[in-house]
């Protein structure tokens, strides 16, 4: 079942809860779905795709011939767009551990690191031992 131009936007400005069924074969696309598909899009000051091409994008990149086919230059694109989120995202992680590191150096309260990083007192001593 082809999703289409007229349902983006009703689910788009629709209640939160929101959704489109695509059939068995298809997962449903809710709201959260549609915003992470639409990030890369222009939109004007509420946030709505600026034209009728926008729409169109984020609806050929949401309905393929077979499932989990990269059907289109739009699927390859988000694909892409995810293989370097991962990379950025370990590249980040990297520097994390190495702040971590240098923070525990000068003698920063463990406690305070973790705090700050987010994470446990025992995953600090992890990062700092190389354990993980």
């Known amino acids: 079942m082809d999703v ?4 983006l936007r009703a689910l788009w400005t629709g209640p939160a809860d929101g959704r489109i069924d695509r059939g068995d074969d298809y997962s449903p696309v809710t709201q959260d779905d549609l915003g992470a598909l639409a990030s890369g ?3 004007d000051d509420d946030g709505i795709p600026l034209d009728e091409s926008q729409w169109l994008v984020l609806a050929e990149q949401l309905n393929g011939a077979t499932p989990g086919a990269l059907d289109s230059g739009a699927r390859e694109r988000a694909l892409l767009v995810v293989e370097d989120a ?3 995202l370990a590249g980040a992680m990297d520097d994390r551990d190495v702040a971590i590191r240098a923070a525990l150096a000068v003698q920063v309260p463990v406690s305070r690191i973790a705090t700050a990083a987010g994470l446990s007192v025992p995953r600090i001593y992890q990062i700092r031992d190389g354990r993980r």
Do not use: E, F
């Not at 289409?4 to 349902?7: G, N, R, S, W």
């Open 4 to 7: 289409t131009t007229d349902q």
């Open 41 to 43: 899009l222009d939109t």
């Open 86 to 88: 991962t990379h950025v």
